[in-house]
């Protein structure tokens, strides 16, 4: 289930710019910047600053992305516009030059989505957070 988003996201991020390995997991793929790029680790925390935060970590010089059932067309979408919103000033990055989710990717899974938290339990990261 997880296969054709994360080839989405390798696609994508590659229209970008990024550097992303042939054969990667299906559940993890890892976006090297190119040499007129920020830092992954400035990438990420720049992402976690957005208005829309988007959760991805920084491996070896490179940002993991690790979505799950739980991730949307539409949390896939606010990584790529993060990304291009990061990099908007990087050699004329613009979201124009990127596809939108395609039909692979189904544009609801809310059902697998994390259980709502009980008058006696934490509340759950709001969905809201794009944690890939």
């Keep these: 289930a997880l296969a054709p988003f994360t080839r989405q996201i390798a696609l994508r991020a590659a229209a970008l710019g990024f550097q992303v390995p042939a054969q ?42 690790s979505p799950y059932l739980y991730n949307t067309a539409d949390d896939l979408d606010g990584l790529i516009d993060g990304l291009v919103a990061v990099l908007g000033g990087s050699s004329g990055v613009t979201s124009a030059k990127v596809p939108r989710s395609v039909g692979c990717v189904p544009a609801r899974r809310r059902s697998l989505s994390p259980r709502r938290a009980g008058p006696d339990q934490p509340s759950a990261t709001p969905l809201s957070r794009s944690k890939l």
């Design 24 to 65: 990667h997991s299906v559940c993890i793929v890892g976006l090297r910047p190119a040499p007129w790029m920020p830092p992954a680790e400035a990438i990420v925390r720049q992402l976690e600053g957005l208005p829309r935060p988007v959760l991805v970590a920084e491996r070896f010089g490179a940002i993991r992305v």
